[in-house]
């Protein structure tokens, strides 16, 4: 569901600024940073009269009773951790502490002035010295944590070799064949066309790249989305990481899994987008952005770029299929193609530099990068220790409804990262006790691809998006989570209800009529 939070937040940059400064208790700094005014130092934010008053009353930040503070905090915990033959109650409960203090910095970014990547990757490196300490053998634990950061790598290598293909073909101003198609500049309409845009591109790319490349067009449509891209990848085994994994195990099937989740898939998105569309926010009047698009000019051979790009992003799954390697594999191909065309089309032409990979590689948000390292590698650490599936099966215990275990997967993956949720259900529940295609699969692949996007940290779309864009956590609640929910409630109900009528939809390639030659 990324276009939602995308498109709000775009429509009206300056809406959040309508209130009191008090009701803000953010720092004078922090107010100018969101205007684009910071500097390195405090007292360059303001004009040289307000400079003076300002200097009057700034006072030093106390940096070191601070740093005292966070080193006893730190002593403390080491000296209670580092007893020996730690037992598993007390890792787990030291994991759990630490895991909800990180989370808290996180969301408290702002108000703490502690940024988020180093936030998490402190959070990630403190959970696993804990899992080391707890852990049976140390060798053990050096396995996990091995393990973890195969997959985790695996991601972050995709990350990044999608923002770099995204990066290239935005400098070479490829988006403008696609964004000179969408002529309206209303909110409302722009809102709707580019929810079903990025909707419909997510089903065929997965939702960390549809993201990207959505918040890369709508940065050129409107002058200054998250829950689409969930909501579109969640109906294609292709389209979201859950889903793939339930397509791979052999949970779910192609045919059938479209079939049962297309209708609550459009239903999770255009409930938010209606509801959306009755709010101040989309209908105030029409953005005047043209001149800014009509003042680009695609960059040499940018049609070349963009055919390119684009079809290396869309080859990723191609690739996965044909080879049966991992996509980041794919989508390195297709940034090492990109690469040797740039070179090749710019070969002599020292003045388009800033057109070719290496300053791409520049341009990229690696912050955001890392930030998504250290929270994939908290969450594996919490997943190394057992507390995902302690959870799993607390859920398994007291929820004995197929739908209410779903659900609640799903509002869990809101907070918590789906793919060890999900990871969780499958060694939890066989194909002996559900088989494939059934209700219950079907539901967890719907569950666990949308509920994702009630908090905008719950999703790799909308850590991306966070990133990109320097939404905090607390906008994306006030003005996306409540939205997000209506539609993911929505989406359950269609799917129980669409179950229950049994209605009769092709499941394999020979039922459809003009396939099959009848």
């Not at 100018?32 to 009057?56: C, I, K, M, N, Y």
């Not at 108000?111 to 804990?130: D, E, P, Q, R, Y």
């Not at 479209?258 to 239903?267: A, E, I, Q, T």
């Not at 066989?430 to 009630?454: I, K, N, R």
Request: glycine content about 8%.
């Amino acid at each position: 569901m990324a276009s939602l939070s995308i498109g709000l937040h775009h429509l009206n940059p300056f809406n959040q600024f309508k209130k009191p400064l008090s009701d803000f208790h953010l720092p004078f700094i922090y107010l100018h940073f969101l205007l684009g005014l910071v500097s390195l130092s405090p007292l360059r934010l303001v004009d040289e009269t307000s400079s003076q008053d300002f200097a009057a009353t700034y006072q030093p930040k106390t940096d070191l009773l601070k740093a005292l503070a966070v080193f006893a905090a730190a002593a403390t915990g080491l000296q209670q951790l580092t007893i020996p033959g730690l037992q598993p109650i007390r890792q787990d409960l030291a994991m759990a502490l630490l895991f909800g203090i990180g989370y808290a910095g996180i969301i408290f970014e702002e108000s703490l002035a502690f940024n988020k990547s180093g936030v998490g990757l402190l959070m990630a490196v403190s959970l696993w010295i804990v899992r080391s300490i707890g852990a049976p053998s140390t060798e053990i634990a050096v396995s996990e944590l091995t393990h973890a950061s195969a997959e985790v790598s695996e991601i972050v290598f995709f990350l990044l070799g999608a923002m770099t293909i995204v990066e290239i073909v935005d400098a070479h101003q490829g988006f403008k064949l696609v964004t000179d198609n969408i002529t309206t500049r209303k909110p409302k309409t722009l809102l709707w066309v580019v929810g079903f845009v990025t909707f419909f591109l997510s089903s065929i790319l997965d939702n960390l790249t549809s993201t990207i490349v959505m918040v890369s067009l709508l940065r050129k449509l409107v002058p200054h989305q998250n829950t689409a891209a969930n909501s579109g990848g969640a109906w294609t085994p292709i389209g979201d990481v859950t889903t793939t994994m339930l397509w791979i195990h052999g949970q779910i099937s192609t045919l059938p899994t479209m079939k049962g989740l297309l209708v609550p898939s459009v239903v999770s998105l255009a409930i938010p987008l209606a509801l959306m569309s009755l709010t101040s926010e989309v209908n105030g009047k029409e953005q005047e952005s043209p001149n800014v698009l009509a003042s680009e000019r695609m960059a040499p051979r940018g049609q070349l770029v963009f055919s390119v790009g684009f079809g290396a992003l869309i080859f990723v799954p191609v690739f996965k299929a044909l080879t049966g390697l991992p996509p980041y594999m794919g989508m390195l191909l297709g940034l090492g193609v990109l690469w040797i065309v740039t070179d090749a089309i710019h070969y002599g032409e020292s003045e388009r530099q800033k057109l070719k990979v290496p300053q791409a590689l520049s341009r990229i948000d690696t912050q955001g990068v890392l930030f998504f390292l250290g929270i994939l590698l908290s969450v594996s650490s919490l997943e190394a220790a057992g507390i995902l599936r302690e959870l799993a099966n607390y859920l398994d215990a007291h929820i004995p409804n197929v739908e209410l275990v779903a659900t609640a997967i799903g509002l869990v993956s809101a907070i918590i990262d789906n793919v060890p949720l999900v990871a969780a259900a499958m060694g939890m529940y066989d194909l002996t006790s559900f088989p494939q295609d059934s209700e219950f699969w079907q539901l967890v692949a719907y569950c666990a691809g949308t509920g994702g996007s009630l908090l905008v940290i719950g999703s790799a779309a909308g850590v991306a998006y966070m990133g990109m864009e320097k939404v905090d956590f607390f906008w994306y609640f006030r003005k996306v989570s409540g939205f997000a929910f209506a539609g993911y409630a929505a989406g359950i109900a269609a799917y129980i209800a669409v179950h229950n009528l049994n209605v009769s939809l092709p499941t394999t390639l020979a039922e459809i009529p003009f396939l099959s030659g009848s």
